[in-house]
């Protein structure tokens, strides 16, 4: 069956735009998770969605980011007046019940 | 505190024999897992194998087995049989969850560790 699919793969933008990055899970999974991967670094926790409702946005370093998930399936990352060091590739990953988190190919955001 | 620690950057293993990748990790929780990704220069990462805090044998899947350490809160990935296709990064990844069966909750990753595989 299909993976999570992420949109755009990549996405380059100008320091201060507005980006929404898009993730389609696996059907059936409950719960989504957005991660942000710096080169040479493991992948860092932003947020965690069980249903619609964020179960957990610890991760998310400012309010500047914001994840929404309306219907429980699709989920969108948005960052607002994009800053360069916010240059990574993001990872999206659903999972179903306690089993392992099955991950898209990310999308790389380059702030130029 | 770190909660995964892996130690080792990178490692360099001849083809066609076992490697060790390290991981310790670090809660108080009683139930937990630990997870293994790999994650090749393109980018995607693949899951590889679990080990829940009551499972009482190390985990296998195919020639990657988990050499689980609890009082050490120790995971180690060993790997047998090497092929050129393992070189990539690895992961370790730890999941708390206080509470049995309830929360799912997020996944902790360590630094990973840089596999070469030499022919």
């Known amino acids: 069956g299909a993976g999570v699919s992420q949109t755009p793969s990549n996405k380059v933008t100008e320091k201060g735009k507005y980006v929404e990055l898009r993730c389609d899970p696996i059907?059936?999974?409950?719960?989504l998770y957005w991660y942000r991967q710096s080169l040479g670094q493991g992948p860092e926790f932003l947020i965690y969605?069980?249903?619609?409702?964020?179960?957990?946005d610890s991760g998310l370093p400012n309010d500047r980011f914001f994840a929404v998930r309306p219907e429980g399936s699709v989920s969108t990352l948005k960052i607002q007046r994009t800053e360069r060091g916010d240059s990574a590739v993001y990872l999206c990953a659903s999972s179903l019940g306690r089993g392992p988190l099955h991950f898209g190919n990310g999308t790389r955001l380059t702030v130029t | 505190a770190q909660k995964i620690t892996q130690t080792q950057p990178g490692m360099f293993v001849q083809e066609k024999e076992a490697v060790t990748l390290d991981c310790t990790y670090d809660t108080s929780d009683q139930s937990y897992g630990l997870f293994w990704y790999k994650q090749p220069s393109s980018g995607e990462m693949i899951f590889l194998i679990y080990?829940?805090?009551?499972?009482?044998q190390n985990a296998t899947e195919g020639r990657y087995s988990l050499n689980f350490q609890k009082a050490r809160k120790s995971a180690n990935l060993v790997i047998s049989a090497s092929q050129l296709g393992d070189s990539a990064m690895y992961f370790c990844?730890?999941?708390?969850?206080?509470?049995?069966?309830?929360?799912?909750?997020?996944?902790?990753f360590g630094k990973g560790t840089k596999l070469s595989v030499k022919p």
């Open positions: 969605f069980q249903g619609t409702g964020a179960a957990d």
């Open positions: 990844a730890m999941r708390e969850s206080p509470n049995y069966g309830g929360s799912q909750g997020n996944l902790i």
């Open positions: 059907s059936g999974h409950t719960a």
């Open positions: 080990q829940g805090s009551y499972d009482e």
